[in-house]
């Protein structure tokens, strides 16, 4: 067995299911509705009013089904993961406990030559298979004293070709003793989760939680990385919208000390891996767009900013320094008034604070 440490690594495998789908066809037709209502309406000669609040309810629906609750966020996932030596599988099913097994308790894993055929998520049985998608078969050692069967076993869906899902079945395998060849299996219970371990997982997805508010706070608080790459912080992208969303998800979710629930421990343990993993795409999207999807005058001005900017943090004279702030500040007024540019609260007030302690005597 290899003692290698994998600190938190966790691979994903989304489905659609038929809440998300039945939700997706609603909001389609609200969008579609509200404009159609707008010109039947006016064609009937109705009251500009009923006109305007038939045609907002409409669209105000479709926004509230599009961007509040679990299901309207993202696509419904199969997790299989090693967090601080255990295995955790699990959906991201309000109400679903995940299967949390040591590492030390795993004695067989086989990966699927087949895709399957069907989605199936049945935690009490032990099944999250995904259709279209390759499933790994693993072994656990029986925890039920007395029982005929000496394996239980889970199947879980995970792609051989994800090179993350790759290095976890890599470290699956190596914790597999060689010799040890089941006779009878029976199906796990998502029950087995020792408290302690439990415990030590809701840690780690503390910590998970804590390393992304640092690093997107770099950005918010930071006025030469936010010049540099204005579009990590914009809530008008996607990817931002998206991160914002899993950041109010996971905040609502986390308490100060261990909830002593498994059920709400595992929903912040999801939320946190959904967190992480917005948080990557967010910060990739603003970095690779940086100024580029800004208009020309725009990035000139930007790049004007960073060097007056960059001007300010080295001089030690004092005027000198407000004066190339408030050149700082006067640009990014501009651009926001234009609604070119969406700079963070705190990032002006980083800027305001300086340009006033530069004039302090």
């Known amino acids: 067995m290899s003692d290698t440490r994998l600190a938190a690594l966790t691979a994903r495998v989304e489905y659609t299911d038929p809440v998300m789908r039945a939700r997706t066809a609603v909001v389609g037709g609200l969008v579609l509705l509200g404009p159609t209502l707008l010109v039947v309406l006016k064609l009937l000669d109705a009251a500009p009013t009923a006109i305007i609040a038939a045609g907002g309810a409409a669209l105000m629906l479709a926004f509230v089904l599009r ?31 995940d299967l949390v097994r040591s590492l030390a308790e795993v004695v067989s894993v086989e990966v699927s030559d ?9 935690p009490d049985a032990g099944v999250y ?19 005929s069967t000496s394996v239980q076993t889970v199947k879980v869906a995970a792609n ?15 914790a597999a003793p060689t010799d040890v060849k089941p006779a009878t299996e029976s199906v796990l219970s998502p029950a ?23 690093e997107y706070g770099r950005y918010e608080l930071d006025p030469a990385l936010f010049l540099r790459y204005p579009g990590v912080t914009d809530v008008t992208r996607g990817p931002v919208m998206d991160f914002q969303i899993a950041l109010a ?26 967190l992480r993993r917005a948080w990557v795409r967010c910060e990739a999207d603003g970095k690779s767009a940086a100024l580029g999807d800004l208009p020309a005058a725009a990035r000139a001005d930007l790049t004007t900013a960073g060097k007056l900017l960059a001007h300010a943090e080295g001089t030690t004279h004092g005027a000198e320094k407000a004066a190339y702030l408030r050149r700082v500040q006067d640009t990014l007024a501009r651009l926001t008034d234009r609604g070119v540019l969406h700079p963070p609260l705190q990032v002006l007030a980083a800027i305001e604070a300086a340009a006033r302690r530069a004039l302090e005597p």
């Open 67 to 97: 961007f509040f609750g679990p299901a309207a966020s993202r696509r419904a996932s199969v997790r299989l993961g090693i967090i601080d030596d255990h295995v955790v599988i699990g959906d991201e099913v309000i109400g679903h406990q």
């Open 114 to 122: 087949t895709l399957a055929d069907r989605t199936l998520i049945h």
């Open 129 to 147: 298979q995904v259709m279209g998608s390759q499933y790994l078969t693993i072994g656990f050692q029986s925890r039920d004293v007395g029982s």
């Open 160 to 174: 051989a070709s994800d090179p993350v899902a790759e290095t976890i079945i890599e470290a699956l395998r190596d």
């Open 192 to 214: 087995a989760a020792s408290p302690a371990a439990d415990e030590r997982l809701w840690g780690v997805a503390r910590q998970i939680h804590d390393s992304v508010l640092t």
């Open 249 to 274: 998800e996971a905040q609502a979710l986390r308490t100060d000390n261990y909830p002593g629930d498994p059920a709400l421990a595992g929903r912040y343990r999801a939320a946190a891996d959904t």
